[in-house]
């Protein structure tokens, strides 16, 4: 009796090693935060349509299911086996930017997708992925020692931004410049250097809100650069030239290549008042909405503002505002728990990685997600202006779950392999 007592326990606890084996060959903290946050955005788009002639929440969780057998089949994939795919990828998916211009579909201001099938597709969302894969590459067998190693990255980011901005879509562009500045600080690039690449974006603020702050600001960095460069005169020189072009070409490049609306976007969250039936309405009505939530909110798909649809276009961009509205500020703090609990798990992932070229491919796709995140958040509350960026994995668009999902399939991977080194060793 005792031996066959002792028979079974054996069998149990190999089964139990064996289970607990591939908890362990499976990222539960990233798959549990994007299924969590999946289910909830089909509950709320579907909220959002409530009072709407059509239905389609219920393709956010059919897209998340193909996005899910994709990432599934990616981390069983080392990620250095795609390397020789990567220049492939990048030139197809900087002709599929092309070719939006010449046969894509145009919707509010903007043409943004193609259609395959029978479906749009935004190749903007997918060329965020090739541009971090490549660039990883590219950071990897060159690294930042000096500033003309920075042509190199540059001219990776280079191309995808400006097709995405001549869409226009101001929003996606911006994505790429955060995460090639995330990219080149974790490939060695000097903090001063940081600095100094969102300089310019200040300095085009000072000149067309403060211009008269420029006599001090543009000292101040040319004193940096002058700190920061091996060859100090010219790195002064050249900054001195980039900062004057940028703050006489700001004001040209508002009044002639933004659009109306683009200007209404970027503006009006100071003041939304002031045109609270045009730019400023979308702004207004998130803003009471995610009020009326209070504390512990109204319910899921007891939202009132949200039923009787105040929020255009409320189950893409603006879908934390339902949030908001329906789970009130205990479930919007849950949710930015929920995302900062992900990026958290994509450092740890990045910094076991064991090539640099994964632990650079798991940083641009953190950087990728959480700065949509904050832009999205912050446009959403009137903290930011509207850029027409998406909730990673809760707004509703089948481009943009996709590319979240290949994504995580990526870090995935390198999350697999690193451990896979760590028991070997």
């Known amino acids: 009796m005792f031996a066959r007592l002792e028979r079974r326990t054996k069998a149990y606890f190999y089964r139990r090693s064996g289970f607990t084996k591939k908890l362990e060959e499976n990222d539960l903290i990233l798959w549990g935060c994007s299924i969590f946050l999946v289910a909830l955005a089909g509950i709320l788009i579907a909220s959002t349509q409530r009072q709407a002639n059509y239905a389609d929440w219920y393709q956010h969780w059919i897209t998340a299911g193909v996005g899910v057998f994709l990432a599934i089949q990616l981390q069983r994939i080392p990620l250095h086996l795609i390397r020789p795919l990567l220049i492939p990828i990048y030139c197809l998916t900087s002709f599929s930017l092309i070719a939006v211009r010449i046969i894509g579909s145009s919707a509010l201001g903007a043409q943004r997708w193609i259609n395959i099938g029978g479906f749009n597709v935004q190749p903007s969302e997918f060329a965020k992925l090739a541009a971090i894969l490549l660039l990883a590459a590219v950071l990897e067998r060159f690294p930042i020692g000096k500033a003309i190693d920075l042509l190199r990255p540059i001219s990776v980011i280079s ?5 995405v901005f001549i869409q226009p879509d101001l929003g996606t562009s911006l994505v790429f410049g955060a995460v090639l500045i995330a990219m080149l600080y974790w490939a060695g690039m000097p903090l001063e250097w940081v600095f100094l690449s969102f300089s ?30 091996f060859n100090r005169l010219a790195a002064s020189w050249i900054t001195i030239l980039l900062q004057i072009v940028v703050a006489f070409s700001t004001p040209w490049i508002w009044n002639n290549l933004l659009k109306d609306y683009q200007r209404d976007r970027l503006i009006l969250f100071l003041d939304p008042s002031k045109d ?54 205990v479930g919007t703090i849950f949710v930015l728990v929920v995302f900062l609990l992900f990026i958290w798990r994509l450092l740890k992932i990045a ?31 009137g903290l930011g202006p509207v850029t027409g960026i998406p909730l990673p994995f809760l707004s509703y668009g089948r481009s943009a779950l996709l ?19 760590s028991r070997n060793w």
């Open 276 to 329: 609270p039936l045009g730019g400023g309405y979308h702004l207004l009505q998130s803003s009471v909405g995610i009020g009326s939530g209070g504390i512990f909110g109204t319910g899921l798909l007891q939202g009132q503002l949200t039923k009787l649809r105040f929020i255009p276009e409320q189950h893409t961009d603006f879908i934390f505002s339902a949030l908001g509205e329906e789970t009130g500020f």
């Open 159 to 163: 191309m995808p931004w400006l097709l």
């Open 200 to 229: 310019p974006l200040i300095t085009a603020v000072f000149s067309g809100i403060f211009p008269w702050a420029l006599l001090v600001w543009i000292p101040l960095i040319v004193f940096l650069a002058y700190r920061s460069f």
């Open 403 to 421: 590319t979240n999902f290949l994504a995580l399939g990526f870090c995935l991977s390198v999350s697999r392999s690193s451990r896979t080194i």
């Open 351 to 381: 910094r076991q990685a064991r090539t640099d070229f994964e632990s650079l491919v798991v940083v641009g796709i953190g950087t990728m997600l959480m700065f949509q995140v904050i832009v999205n958040i912050s446009m959403t509350i």
